[in-house]
């Protein structure tokens, strides 16, 4: 099996390469957060305002998600002996909560106040011209997080869509959802501020804020679960378990593996913990050199640390008395 490695070289490149998403994302979202303002102002767009109000909630989340990447990269110490990795988990679900409040809840706000309103007749030219702009920015934000998120399938060689729904990276899984959303905001925005320069209803403008509105929730909503399972305590996705589960069993000596448990510490850290049966010929050094060869292989073949803890047991006195692999 490919040799996958997690050296210290490898998680330093990619706790680089993640504060270059995220900060290529603020800095993407705190510009067009200033373009759509402006246009919202000047030409009374309900839209446009929502889009403001998203773009300045992304900025904020994307000091949240910065603010996670720098917490988690702090050493293990007597306190915390396996990382901070969790860190990434608790600052995820605060841009979770961010993008929820700040986003939706005044798209919502305003679209809702904007039915009330008459149309303006105002020249929505430059609302066009903001929409091009911010889309453009939000395109290079986009680009960047998708190729690091390609990356990270690539090593741990599984299909994008997989590695979406299965990773423990919530920081670059909070950028890539931002993005997308945003683009998808943007393109809800020009539809509504199309239809009410068509028909001259404000009713338009309206429904596209409140769309964007529902659709920041959803987004919100998804990154917020998947943080909660991974703070209470997610699993290992299957691929890897059974990974670990025929490394395990492969080992010299092994005779059974009769429970296995994991548990994401992080998305570097992954505690291992086994029920193994050994031969019971094996003397306790040689189990215990069996031992280390199984961390080192389990190092070798994971995406991510494992802290392997294996728990010597006999085999069920039914078990034993089967035939025994060579």
């Not at 073949?301 to 025994?324: K, W």
């Amino acid at each position: 099996m490919e040799r996958i490695g997690n050296g210290p070289e490898v998680r330093a490149s990619e706790s680089r390469s993640t504060r270059r998403t995220v900060l290529t994302a603020g800095a993407a979202n705190l510009f067009v957060a200033l373009v759509k303002l402006a246009a919202g102002i000047l030409v009374g767009s309900s839209a446009m305002l929502a889009e403001a109000a998203h773009s300045v909630a992304d900025t904020l989340n994307q000091a949240f998600l910065l603010a996670s990447v720098h917490q988690a990269d702090r050493p293990a110490d007597s306190d915390h002996p396996f990382g901070y990795g969790q860190e990434r988990y608790f600052w995820s679900l605060l841009a979770a909560f961010g993008i929820f409040i700040a986003g939706a809840g005044f798209s919502v706000f305003e679209g809702a106040m904007a039915l009330h309103r008459t149309a303006s007749s105002r020249e929505i030219l430059f609302a066009y011209l903001a929409l091009a702009v911010a889309a453009v920015a939000e395109g290079v934000s986009l680009a960047r997080a998708t190729w690091q998120t390609r990356q990270q399938a690539r090593r741990r060689r599984v299909g994008l869509l997989q590695h979406i729904r299965s990773t423990p990276d919530t920081t670059v899984k909070a950028a890539l959802f931002e993005d997308t959303v945003a683009i998808a905001g943007l393109l809800l925005a020009f539809a509504g501020l199309l239809l009410r320069q068509l028909t001259g209803s404000e009713i338009y403008d309206a429904a596209a804020s409140i769309a964007i509105g529902i659709l920041l929730a959803a987004a919100a909503i998804r990154l917020g679960a998947d943080n909660r399972e991974l703070l209470i305590g997610k699993a290992a996705d299957p691929g890897q378990l059974a990974v670990i589960r025929s490394q395990i069993e492969a080992a010299r000596g092994v005779t059974a593996v009769l429970d296995l448990l994991t548990m994401h510490l992080g998305p570097d850290h992954l505690i291992i913990a086994a029920k193994v049966a050994f031969d019971d010929n094996l003397s306790a050094d040689t189990a215990e050199d069996i031992a280390d060869s199984i961390d080192a292989c389990l190092s070798a073949q994971l995406p991510v640390i494992p802290h392997v803890f294996l728990d010597p047991t006999q085999l069920p006195a039914d078990a034993a008395a089967a035939p025994t692999r060579p």
